[in-house]
């Protein structure tokens, strides 16, 4: 999966004040403490993200690896070696797309704005998503592949020599649904499916789970940040579990 940074904030958290507020049954006069229910409301969005493996809130990322991941068949890999041992995915088959699989590290997946890498000249050379790149939204964790019947070009081996740039997270909205149109249908843009259509909207036990444990630290203060195993268990219900995450 290489390595997943946030590259901007939420602009909105899944749970607002109000409703805090009112989970809370605090008087609408008593706003003293707004402000620390507001970190409050962040913290326990981050905390289930680390426990969901998902973006709760809907922001982007940037995703590096030192490779593409190497091309890899079962048949021949005893005399093909990769550049570097850690380039080379955990597993190895001789379809070459579950070879060349990218995993993205957070879910759910809206877009991908674009894929940079450094090429063996070190350009910088930019790839872009239903084009050069598949992009699987549907799978958790979400998946990007070369085109069929093509490999990923060749890198500099040199630390984040291939940089993922993508939105994903939940919106606000309960009832938001998103919908993925190819730009060009096939055969121009072979082997892909012409739309894909997600729900991007907060799970509604994402957020009792939020309610839940700003509750706790609200109203029991100095519990340096714990999570009761009733709580943390609403989360590990919506988590995405992989145990083979991309090596590159």
Known sequence: MGYCRQTSLPVAEPVPLG????????????????AILQGFISAAREKGEVLTCRALAQRTFVQV???????????Q???AYPPNYYSLPRYS????????MIKLGYSPVVSVQG???????????VLHADTDFVVDRISEPSRI???????????LYVANAVQIDYTAGYDPDPAMVDVHQLASPPPALPGQQPTSTIVTGVPQLIILGILNLVAL????????????????????DCAVIDFSPTRG
């Open 19 to 34: 409703l805090m507020r009112q989970f809370l049954r605090l008087p609408d006069s008593y706003t003293n403490e707004d």
């Open 115 to 125: 894929m940079t890498y450094i090429a063996p000249d070190g350009s910088a050379k």
């Open 65 to 75: 690896l030192d490779s593409h991941p190497y091309y890899t068949d079962t048949i």
């Open 77 to 79: 890999s005893q005399l």
């Open 145 to 155: 592949f070369p085109i069929p019947g093509t490999y990923w070009p060749a890198d």
């Open 93 to 100: 088959t001789t379809l070459w797309n579950y070879s060349q």
């Open 217 to 236: 630290w609200f109203r029991k203060r100095g519990t340096i940040g714990q999570v009761p195993d009733d709580i943390a268990q609403i989360f590990l």
